[in-house]
């Protein structure tokens, strides 16, 4: 484990995907609500490592950070491709293998894991450069981006001998990504985090985000840090009122599905209720 703070920060910067930024609160709000400083969360569903690359320099820029922040980044799984669009803003449709705004034509001639890995490492490499020596940081990573290419892929697994020559390029940089929470909740098999959601949450409930306790559990498996009571309390009770929600919620589904199929006024509730602690407001200057 590595020391998440030597000193208590005065203002947290977190980014990332809906890993950090999500319809209830994760370990971003936990951390916010422990510290209980300035939180800007930057955190954007779907979001790939270009987008979070974008947000850090644009933070810095108009933040600046300094000795007394806390920045930490969550890095995503590689084969995601963000884009900025004038009429929708940030397209952030995440795993590009599985989603719907780029066509197949695109994807097909396109997408590929070489370039993603050239792309994403080198970009990891120059945000741990530009953070060196302005600022307290840590990256950690949603699942492990040197083998999980495919997020849903049910085992990580890369056999790949470009991409493992393009890893230890950038080795010195992947190196400082602590464990992901793919391989300290579910030991690298997403099949086991819908197994656990199942037997303990609800048989129908499929969303494959970490729980809130989850969001808990990684912190405190990642880093060396003593959460206080208050914390550890409200953690606990907001979970368990969480889970009694959901359990309402899909009290007469007859069959598996995630939160994009039930109602918007049901899933705005758990935005607006389970967060923990709520974010400031994202500066209108920055495009987010």
Known sequence: MIKLINKKPTRLFTFGCSFTEYKWATWA?????????????FGKSGAGNSYIVNQITQANNYFKFNNDDLV?????????????STKKGWVTPGNIYSQQDYDKNFVRN?????HFALRDFSQIDLAKRYLDNITNYH????????????QWEAVA???NTKIQDIITLYEDSLNCILPSFYNVLWNDNINKKWEKDWEEIHPHFSDGHPTILEHYQYLNQVFDFDF????????????????????KGYKDTKRSCGLHDMPDKWTDEIYNNYRLKVEEPTPHILYH
């Open 110 to 114: 396109w997408a590929n894991d070489i």
């Open 29 to 41: 709000n936990i951390l916010a609500y422990e510290f209980d400083c300035e939180f800007y969360n």
């Open 228 to 247: 206080s009571e208050r914390t550890k309390q409200a953690v606990e009770n907001l979970h368990n009122e969480w889970v009694e929600y959901i359990r």
């Open 157 to 159: 697994n890369n056999d």
């Open 72 to 84: 930490i980044v969550s890095w995503t799984n590689i084969s995601r491709e963000d884009r900025w």
């Open 139 to 150: 990256f950690i990573s949603m699942c492990d981006i040197t083998k999980n290419i495919n």
